[in-house]
């Protein structure tokens, strides 16, 4: 069930980024050959023919009808994740006036940009109802005219991956009541407890969402043993014991509505700077130092950390399709070819030099990132399926 939930969750995500690119195109009498939910095959398809008089043309498969070359195709398709917007002339050079290709550089900029803004728009919109009807925060971060709604304790945000906190069965959203019978009440108690602990066998007590309070036994490893790092530059202790959580003194709270939006506005903008921040870092390390720090996550990661977010209750769950749809953006906006980036900064640059750039050279690099884009996700996916076994 939470799976299914999962893949309806990723796939609105990344219905809005389409319906930004869809919107921008249709508003600037660009022709939108198909906007399609789910990748092809294609299942059916539909094209308006009048709104107002609600004629409509329905069709099966692929064989598309004879007025499909002057409206759009809405189109359900087989793959079940995702969607895309199809533009005349976006890949292949074409001089008519409605295409993609044909227009000026500003537009295309608009019409690439448009994705990733939605998807920040979508994130500002789930934020602001967040804290405004109920949001998780720690009890040290609340903002002017905070109510809070229930206190909640000690709770886990976020756990690594193949650390002894995954590995034992602990979720996000459990809530650590004690540690081998002795409780905690912050956040930094527990983290202590289980630095002096390392190499040492704990039971920690938590209560789960939905089910009794659980008993979970593991052993706290060396800090680079579960993230991977060098602990001399993240500044931890070498000897102390971690276990792969975050964690945070936990309440539930709500705010004034003017102020949720302008919250949900700027906590979505210092998102969206912190993980470009992550991304240069990543590549600054990979290319300087030839390291790669922290992890790329592929779509069974997501699909699981994001499946685990829902159990722990729809608070958690909107929270997490905020922060996603923020990272979809920001991933987009990144100047790779088949990225929307790309085709941002190409489109700067045919206003810079005031000529279009050859399409062929447009095309072989697109279809160049796409492939590199392609055997990277079957390369992460691979290894990711593998993990679960």
Not at 135 to 161: H, R, W, Y
Not at 240 to 261: E, T
Request: charged letters at 20%; glycine letters at 10%.
């Amino acid at each position: 069930m939470f799976v299914f939930i999962t893949i309806i969750g990723l796939s609105v995500l990344v219905f809005f980024h389409e319906f930004g690119h869809f919107f921008a195109a249709k508003s600037l009498k660009i022709k939108v050959e198909e906007f399609g939910i789910g990748y092809p095959p294609r299942f059916f398809g539909i094209i308006i023919k009048s709104f107002k008089k609600r004629k409509f043309k329905f069709f099966w498969g692929n064989k598309e009808p004879v007025q499909s070359k002057q409206r759009t195709i809405y189109s359900l398709n087989w793959i079940p994740f995702g969607g895309f917007t199809k533009l005349k002339g976006e890949i292949r050079g074409d001089a008519s006036r409605d295409s993609f290709s044909a227009q000026v550089w500003w537009k295309k900029a608009v019409v690439a940009f448009a994705g990733a803004g939605m998807n920040i728009i979508l994130a500002i919109v789930l934020f602001s109802f967040l804290f405004s009807t109920g949001i998780t925060q720690d009890i040290g971060f609340l903002e002017a005219n905070a109510k809070i709604k229930k206190v909640i304790g000690v709770q886990i945000g976020m756990i690594s991956p193949d650390s002894p906190a995954n590995m034992a069965g602990l979720k996000i959203g459990d809530v650590i009541t004690n540690i081998d019978g002795n409780k905690f009440n912050k956040v930094e108690d527990v983290r202590n407890y289980i630095k002096a602990s390392l190499g040492q066998e704990i039971h920690i007590s938590i209560d789960r969402k939905n089910s009794e309070t659980t008993g979970i036994k593991l052993i706290p490893l060396p800090f680079k043993d579960v993230y991977n790092h060098d602990v001399k530059e993240e500044g931890i202790d070498e000897h102390g014991g971690v276990i792969g959580i975050s964690l945070s003194n936990a309440v539930i709270v709500s705010y004034p509505f003017w102020q949720s939006l302008f919250m949900g506005i700027k906590f979505s903008v210092v998102l969206l700077l912190s993980i470009f921040n992550g991304i240069w870092l990543l590549l600054k390390t990979l290319l300087v130092d030839g390291k790669v720090i922290g992890g790329v996550m592929g779509p069974v990661g997501i699909t699981s950390i994001t499946a685990s977010v829902a159990q722990a209750g729809y608070i958690y769950f909107l929270q997490f399709l905020g922060l996603l749809s923020v990272a979809i953006g920001a991933f987009q906006l990144i100047p790779f070819p088949a990225l929307d980036g790309f085709k941002i900064l190409t489109s700067v640059i045919e206003g810079v030099i005031r000529r279009p750039i050859k399409p062929k050279v447009e095309e072989t690099l697109i279809r160049g990132g796409f492939f590199l884009l392609l055997c990277l996700l079957f390369y992460i996916t691979i290894k990711e399926i593998i993990s679960l076994f």
